[in-house]
């Protein structure tokens, strides 16, 4: 088992930056790869980013390519989403999980999910 817990979510202008934290706790973090993914109400989960086991590779979806940037700290048990040039369409929960296996871009390949930090970007 891996616990998540996501934070840094909050309330913040278009334009500006956020960063997200997503600490684990239970098995060896450094052995998973890692995602983000956002839910907005009435839409279905959607990827933004992975980052592999050793940080060595990432992945975005073309929205967010260029904006955030995924990054991990294994000594610290940390995956960080750092998000710039927000857009109220960012606005969304906000979550971290850990990789199992299949498709790296679809919610099905995560096996362990935090709960969810509340980004809102206001225009």
Do not use: H
């Not at 995956?79 to 979550?95: H, R």
Request: charged share 15%; glycine share 12%; aromatic share 14%.
């Amino acid at each position: 088992q891996v616990q998540l817990v996501e934070s840094g979510g909050g309330l913040v202008q278009a334009g500006g930056s956020l960063r997200l934290s997503c600490a684990a706790s239970g098995r060896t973090f450094s052995n998973y790869a890692m995602g983000w993914f956002r839910q907005a109400p009435g839409k279905e989960r959607e990827f933004l980013a992975y980052i592999s086991w050793i940080g060595a590779s990432t992945r975005y979806t073309d929205s967010v390519k260029g904006r955030f940037i995924i990054s991990r700290d294994n000594a610290k048990n940390t995956v960080y989403l750092q998000m710039n040039s927000l857009k109220p369409e960012d606005t969304a929960v906000y979550y971290c999980a850990a990789f199992g296996r299949g498709s790296v871009t679809t919610a099905d390949g995560y096996d362990y999910w935090g709960q969810g930090t509340q980004v809102t970007v206001s225009s």
